[in-house]
């Protein structure tokens, strides 16, 4: 089961304002028309899982000596479009990252400006649902702290990440969203390195998303944008991301 928070982790939470900000979020998961916003298939497995971890659990963490020789990459693994190309060309030099939606300040940062923020470093085991996982090391600022960074507005009830990728040629960009509860969480990440480099093109460089309470597809590779939201019911299919909308996957996909 989850470990119990740590001092540790709590002053790590506190260092980034997530230790304040989820006590909030925690209130805001109680209450019931924030839950019934969530889709039915999902609500046991949410409120079960929501019963049992209040924001005082981790993800378990692991030991560099437990970490995989090798981790598989998995999904799309080079988006190629001409704009993800240039940048690769240029290092990411003139990729910018965009927040937006409900926010004060909407940002569009560097990744000079990413590494320069507050990180933070866990290895953590990915569990991919077509059987295979894998332990490895993310290093990024924590999301809590882009969103404050944006000044997220109290309205938003999901953070979406859009993502450079086209999955095998869909018509559509790879996308995911978590909740607020997420989203502030210590452990959820947008990781620039891996296994201590920058993360690399199959792993979905310049940036991949590192939630570590869910399965491997809400793990969003090349994302390019964080947009706050009310609902997704108008993003795309409307499920809250690819394989949910595509293979009727659960959004919640907790583990
Ligand atoms: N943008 C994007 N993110 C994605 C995917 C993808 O195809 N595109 N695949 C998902 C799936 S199913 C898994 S298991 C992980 C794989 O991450 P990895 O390539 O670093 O192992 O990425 C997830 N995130
Ligand atoms: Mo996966």
């Avoid at 909407?106 to 990413?114: D, E, K, R």
């Avoid at 997704?232 to 996957?249: L, M, S």
């Amino acid at each position: 089961m989850a470990n119990i928070i740590t001092r540790r982790a709590l002053m790590a939470g506190a260092g980034t304002g997530a230790g304040l900000l989820l006590s909030g979020c925690d209130k805001l998961i109680q209450n019931q028309s924030f839950r019934s916003l969530i889709y039915k298939e999902d609500e046991a497995h949410y409120q079960l899982q929501r019963g049992l971890s209040s924001h005082a659990t981790l993800a378990p963490e692991y030991r560099r000596d437990q970490m995989s020789p090798v981790f598989r990459a998995n999904g799309s693994i080079n988006p190629g479009t001409p704009e993800y190309n240039g940048w690769v060309a240029d290092k990411f030099e003139s990729f910018r990252l965009k927040i937006y939606g409900l926010v004060n300040k909407p940002l569009n940062l560097s990744m000079a400006q990413i590494k320069s923020m507050p990180a933070r470093t866990q290895i953590t085991k990915h569990d991919c649902v077509e059987g295979w996982t894998a332990v490895g090391e993310w290093h990024g600022p924590t999301v809590g702290s882009l969103l404050k960074l944006a000044d997220v507005q109290s309205k938003a009830k999901y953070i979406v990440f859009h993502c450079a990728d086209h999955y095998h040629g869909a018509a559509l960009p790879y996308y995911e969203s978590i909740d607020m509860f997420d989203a502030f969480h210590p452990q959820t990440i947008l990781a620039w390195a891996m296994n201590g480099s920058p993360v690399t093109v199959p792993h979905g460089a310049p940036l991949r998303l590192r939630a570590e309470r869910h399965l491997g597809y809400k793990q969003a590779k090349y994302v390019i944008g964080m947009e706050a939201v009310e609902s997704f019911a108008g993003i795309q299919g409307g499920h809250g991301g690819y394989w949910e909308d595509n293979v009727d996957y659960d959004w919640f996909a907790g583990i």
